[in-house]
């Protein structure tokens, strides 16, 4: 019935990656006590695009309020999440511990070993407009290995 209203997939993935590739993305439901004041206070923590998942629209969405709507919200993760959009893919860890949001400081540990410790992958497919989903790391499992060896010496 309303067909027209629907964004064509190839159109927004090709929109979205010529915005973001390179970039790193923080999606949220809101912001508890000084969390933001942290990450605005952390190397680079200005820098992350953030994106309030409340109030995304159901019609006529950005491209990038229709990746995180089609791909991203249906992962069913914790938020906040980080995504780190890169050329073939974008990588996804949530930033929840226990209910609450990890410290700030601790974002730059995750992204060192996002390759290998992320809770999702969205790869561009072959097709125009696909976008294949694996699944990584459980999602109880939100610890930052990195920074625990680098204390242990």
């Known amino acids: 019935?309303?067909?027209?209203?629907?964004p064509r997939p190839a159109r927004q993935l090709s929109r979205f990656r010529e915005r973001f590739t390179g970039r790193s993305l923080i999606v949220h439901r809101g912001f508890s006590g000084d969390w933001l004041e942290e990450l605005l206070k952390q190397p680079g923590g200005g820098g992350y695009f953030?994106?309030?998942?409340?109030?995304?629209?159901?019609?006529?969405?950005?491209?990038?309020e229709w990746l995180i709507q089609a791909h991203v919200l249906p992962l069913d993760l914790p938020q906040p999440l980080l995504l780190q959009v890169r050329e073939g893919d974008v990588m996804v860890r949530h930033l929840d511990r226990g209910g609450r949001a990890v410290h700030p400081s601790e974002i730059a540990w995750f992204v060192e070993e996002l390759e290998t410790r992320h809770h999702a992958r969205l790869r561009f497919g072959s097709e125009p407009g696909r976008i294949e989903v694996s699944l990584g790391i459980s999602v109880n499992d939100n610890e930052a290995q990195s920074m625990l060896e680098h204390l242990a010496g």
């Open 1 to 6: 019935m309303f067909g027209f209203l629907a």
């Open 50 to 64: 953030r994106l309030d998942a409340r109030t995304l629209p159901s019609a006529r969405p950005t491209p990038i």
